[in-house]
């Protein structure tokens, strides 16, 4: 497929090769198999000679199309589309350890991958070790000789806590680790780890990538001797992506500099807003001035993106008040999609967690995050702050 010299027009234009239809958009290939020539072809297909469609578990035009357009933002040589964001953040840690391995992680992390370090990967004898993201010499010193990777989110969920991705390129390297990056808040229209020297790239596109809530995805992306190992692991245990979803995919990166500009734009009006407002004790986005890390924000994302977390004075009842209160705002369990929607951690995701666990990882009692949508940022704000208003009763 044809790449071409900018973002946005590769966004659009990268494009599974027309069929005899003369489709102006890709049609979906709602197949599972795909037809060989003759006996020579298949033989040379499965002994990996010639490359070219087998087996919808295997590959699929529409993942195709997908994943070239994915790498082509990334600055990626190769990648897979998984069927969910946790399927690429487990086959991207499976497809490099067995027995006796060990990872080292920033301890903020997503929730079903701390399920993954914490409960799952130990069953198979991989053992980890957390760092606290603020601490990035703890990462050196947390490296085992059985160390296989490093793996990271920035910024992360839901503290909105950053890590500096070329220091830890460095530092794996000089180890000879893989530096694993989750990708998913920023969107390689925001920020491309392989670019500052990740060696993985992992996305959950449930999220900006759709945009607009309509399907479970992912993706692992790096180079070609990397996606071997996990393209060997994910054609034989079965993550594939439906086709469907690789097609809406596709059209959906069409869109992503627009709609990552417009939630980066609005979720920064919405920041400058909460600072101002007295029953809001602390306001979290990387593009504020305010941020802790704001220079290393500056520094490796090109905006600050749609996600923006606050204290509301009160702490948890309070909390939960807001939420209620909300009219327009969406109380729902996603992010990065055109519709703002606002969580509660303490009373909801991060609930199980004991109080020093949560403060651990930035969780106050009264944090409220907003995934701020595609609305006007007037009615965003009108409702956000009636919510402040009612939750005081
Ligand atoms: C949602 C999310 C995931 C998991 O993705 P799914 O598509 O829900 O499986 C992983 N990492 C981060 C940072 C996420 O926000």
């Known amino acids: 497929m044809k790449k071409y010299k900018n973002f946005e027009t590769n966004a659009v234009r990268i494009q599974t090769e027309r069929s005899g239809h003369r489709e102006h958009t890709a049609p979906i290939y709602a197949t599972s198999s795909f037809v060989f020539e003759d006996a020579e072809q298949a033989r040379a297909m499965f002994a990996d000679e010639i490359s070219g469609n087998i087996y919808t578990r295997f590959s699929n035009p529409n993942n195709d199309e997908f994943i070239e357009k994915l790498c082509a933002l990334e600055g990626t040589e190769d990648g897979m589309a998984m069927a969910s964001g946790m399927a690429a953040m487990f086959i991207s840690m499976a497809a490099f350890v067995k027995s006796g391995d060990h990872i080292v992680a920033s301890r903020s992390l997503f929730g079903s991958t701390h399920q993954v370090l914490t409960q799952i990967l130990p069953r198979w004898g991989v053992s980890h070790t957390y760092v606290d993201i603020h601490d990035l010499e703890g990462f050196e010193k947390a490296i085992q000789p059985n160390t296989k990777m490093l793996f990271v989110e920035t910024p992360s969920n839901p503290g909105i806590d950053l890590i500096d991705i070329e220091y830890l390129a460095k530092l794996a390297n000089a180890h000879d680790l893989i530096l694993n990056v989750d990708n998913c808040f920023a969107t390689p229209y925001l920020q491309n780890p392989a670019e500052l020297g990740a ?164 969780i106050t009692p009264g944090l409220v995050r907003i995934s701020t949508g595609l609305e006007h940022i007037d009615d965003i704000i009108a409702d956000i702050e009636q919510a402040i208003a009612q939750s005081k009763n």
Request: glycine content about 8%; charged content about 25%; cysteine-free.
């Open 199 to 362: 060696h993985l790239v992992t996305h959950s596109a449930t999220k900006y990538i759709d945009g607009q809530g309509r399907t479970i995805a992912g993706a692992v992306l790096g180079t070609k001797e990397l996606i071997k190992e996990v393209r060997f692991l994910a054609r034989h245990t079965g993550p594939a992506l439906s086709p469907f979803n690789g097609w809406i995919l596709s059209k959906s990166l069409e869109t992503l500099p627009v709609r990552m500009e417009k939630h980066s734009e609005n979720a920064l009006k919405l920041a400058e807003w909460l600072e101002t407002q007295a029953d809001v004790l602390q306001v979290k986005y990387p593009f504020l001035k305010s941020h802790p890390q704001y220079e290393l924000a500056k520094k490796q994302m090109r905006l600050g993106g749609g996600i923006i977390t606050f204290e509301i004075k009160g702490g948890i009842e309070r909390g939960r008040k807001f939420l209620d209160a909300l009219e327009m705002l969406s109380f729902t369990a996603n992010l990065g999609d055109t519709r703002s929607i606002a969580t509660h951690p303490a009373s909801t995701t991060h609930s199980k967690l004991a109080e020093e666990e949560r403060q651990a990882v930035g």
